[in-house]
């Protein structure tokens, strides 16, 4: 799916400058733990948050994400902006909550990046995370 | 050419890297039309009869032409046209008679993949290339496809040959017992403003030096992580230091204090000593070790309270 796809079923806006809009995505994924993203993501993801500080950027670049999409109508301040402008990664926004914003993607066929088994949220001496 | 669709894998309860996509799949739908169809389109009237049409088609060797009248695509027609046409003695008939009117045709901006889709649903030979306004800008045949996919492919694998000899250059000219490049980062304890940039440099110089992509992504959240600890959890800060050899790298984050009380709790998924203001930023989830954990092949965490830590990081390249 292309971010001008993308871009059409979110009825999004498009925030950074020189984004990119041919760029496709092949999967989605919506957190705010910048840690899942890292650990859960894999090249080529779309990335759906409600946080809207530089670090998101950082953590998009590290983990390969294509796209940012700010949900629940946030819009991210000027650092950001030229951080992802300077990466690269173009910047959305939704007015649509994590929820609806990811189910209209996922109504429209974007897939997830996987499924996890199910951990305890007992701290267990089995640390085995899923990824 | 077929083109397959990518199989969806059966989710097996975990997390499972895509499937394969071969580059070619890959160049089917990355490619343009427009980036490999032909400009220079010959076409005809259809006032023209077909004995000009046999001619037009002898003398540049092409086996049909797009029709146009005034500026506009009326029709198709082809070698398969003129031959029936003249086994029924019709070759002096204009053009318009005997062309295809119903015409298929793609855009030039669309993915080669649509046009493949049009080839093997229709079995025509060629396609009209059209710009979004209905305007006729190229011809599009099989072999055009596959000579512009060959072309690309042998771009590709240029710019891949000289990243590995980029990498290798620097390994194999510099000679010793052993060669290494170290690179080292500071990282100045609670700013966050400039948290990730040792990561993203680190990143950036393993893609010249041509590391395979998958590996490079693992050492960037693997050092993203690390450096992201140094910024929230020291009281001076620390040291990020790359060490790159061509079979493996060791990222080493070494500082001065606090230091780690209870390593084991540490490690323990979801265990987070990050203040609030952290948490809000989106990062003190009690997952970093666990991440780097996972995309490491060797980790090492050493830490005495009062005196500090060092987490080691092994990566195999080859």
Redesign the interface.
Same mark, same amino acid.
């Given at each position: 799916m292309t971010l001008a796809e993308v871009l059409s079923i979110i009825e999004g806006k498009v925030i950074s400058s020189n984004a990119d809009l041919s760029k496709e995505v092949s999967m989605a994924c919506g957190a705010d733990l910048m840690s899942d993203v890292l650990a859960f993501t894999h090249a080529g993801t779309l990335l759906m948050t409600g946080l809207t500080n530089p670090q998101v950027v950082r953590t998009a670049e590290m983990a390969g994400i294509v796209a940012i999409v700010f949900v629940r109508g946030k819009l991210p301040p000027p650092e950001t902006v030229a951080l992802a402008e300077e990466k690269g990664i173009p910047l959305l926004a939704s007015k649509y909550t994590m929820y609806e914003t990811c189910g209209r993607l996922y109504q429209a066929k974007l897939p997830s990046c996987g499924l996890f088994q199910l951990t305890s949220d007992l701290w267990s001496n089995d640390s085995s995370t899923s990824c | 050419m077929v083109v397959t669709k990518v199989q969806?894998e059966k989710?097996k309860?975990?997390?499972?890297?895509?499937p394969e996509v071969t580059k070619l799949q890959e160049l089917v739908?990355e490619l343009k039309i427009e980036q490999v169809m032909t400009r220079k389109v010959i076409t005809v009237s259809p006032e023209d009869s077909l004995r000009h049409l046999k001619e037009v088609l002898r003398l540049n060797r092409i086996s049909g032409t797009p029709v146009l009248s005034d500026g506009e695509l009326v029709g198709i027609i082809s070698i398969e046209d003129l031959i029936k046409a003249l086994e029924t003695g019709e070759i002096d008939v204009a053009i318009g008679e005997k062309m295809t009117r119903n015409i298929q045709t793609v855009y030039a901006d669309e993915s080669i993949v649509q046009a493949l889709n049009k080839f093997a649903s229709f079995g025509f030979g060629r396609l009209p290339v059209i710009n979004r306004e209905g305007k006729l800008v190229g011809i599009l045949t099989q072999g055009d496809i596959a000579r512009g996919l060959l072309r690309q492919l042998e771009m590709d694998y240029h710019e891949e040959e000289i990243h590995r000899y980029r990498a290798s250059h620097i390994f194999e000219d510099i000679i010793s017992d052993q060669t290494g490049l170290i690179l080292r980062y500071k990282v100045r304890s609670q700013d966050?403003?400039h948290? $990730?940039?040792a @990561?993203?440099k680190l990143?950036r110089a393993l893609e010249r030096l041509g590391a395979k992509?998958?590996t490079v992504?693992r050492i960037?959240?693997a050092s993203?992580?690390a450096e992201t600890n140094l910024v929230i959890h020291t009281t001076k800060g620390g040291e990020l230091i790359a060490e790159i050899q061509p079979e493996r790298i060791r990222i080493v984050a070494v500082d001065q204090g606090p230091g780690i009380p209870d390593i084991e709790k540490a490690?323990?998924?979801?265990?987070s000593t990050a203040p609030d203001w952290i948490r809000e930023? $989106?990062?003190g @989830?009690?997952?970093?070790l666990?991440?780097i954990k996972?995309c490491a092949d060797v980790m090492n965490l050493d830490s005495k309270v009062g005196i500090g830590t060092r987490l080691e990081i092994i990566i195999n390249l080859a």
């Open positions: - | 969806e989710s309860g975990e997390t499972k890297p895509h739908y966050f403003m948290c $990730g940039e @990561a993203s990143k992509p998958a992504r960037a959240v993203y992580e490690m323990q998924p979801g265990f930023l $989106g990062f @989830a009690g997952m970093g666990n991440n996972a």
